[in-house]
């Protein structure tokens, strides 16, 4: 009798195992078909489209690529990517962390109105925002610069605020009071002992800025124009010429190249997500 349930248990786990595995090959089969896409000739990847090895392996899409278009090398527009991406990391990571800290920790007049506000914004659709936000931005004069994707993101975002709030939540107050007995003031206590306790929340934070400002393609169609301030999102998508002819494996090639940051940063900082999701802190 036990070697039939063994047996059982072990043929469930096999089937598991096999539909896990399946699904999985179905989620990534995307990225590895636009993979195996930018090694193909731009007929072979119509022609051959349910073939993932390529018949022939052509490297020239990178190099094609990466030339970029208008005189203008990809290379730019990575580093164009890069600084408003990593700007917008800092300025929201810098901003959500003091508010939070503020709602979280420090009694402030009508603090549960403007905490109850902060949350409603979160209910406001980006298009509901899109032509004020455009006006105000071209009265500023801001239009055709990387300030309107930056400068935002030093006024905090309702989600990531929250997201600390709960966490800061699970530390102990004990941890503030033993402070101010020490003679430590609220800017002492944030930057010396709550700064450092929210490490993972803040490295979350930064993961999903990271993830949503490099792959934001409407807001940098909006407000640039220049191609010389294209961002990659931006620039692949001009690869696709409808009154010409498109290079679709250099288009594929590029599209794989600005993966590679959004890859490296999960696999570098992975196993702070859930610790950052996670709204226990520490146990008193």
Known sequence: MSGAVKTFKNSKSVIVHVLVT?????????????LSSSFK???DIF?????LIP?????DNYVNGFKGFAGISFAVFFKNSFIITILSVIGTVISSTMVAYGFARIRFK???????CMMLTMMLPGEVLMIPQYIFFHKMGWINTFLPLIVPAFFGGAFFIFLIIQFLRGIPRELDESA????????????????PLLV????????????WT???FFSPLLYLNSPKLATVSLAIKNFSDPTMKTDWGAMFAMSTLSLLPVFAVFFIFQKYIVEGISTTGLKG
């Open 22 to 34: 399946a699904f999985a090959f179905v989620m990534v089969y995307p990225l590895l078909w636009m």
């Open 41 to 43: 000739d731009t007929a």
């Open 47 to 51: 022609v051959n489209s349910h073939q």
């Open 55 to 59: 018949s022939k392996w052509n490297f």
């Open 110 to 116: 009508w603090a549960p109105f403007w905490f109850g």
């Open 180 to 195: 101010y007995i020490d003679g430590c003031g609220k800017y002492q206590i944030f930057f010396r002992i709550m700064v």
């Open 200 to 211: 993972p929340p803040i490295i979350t934070v930064s993961i999903f800025k990271f993830y």
């Open 214 to 216: 490099w792959d934001d």
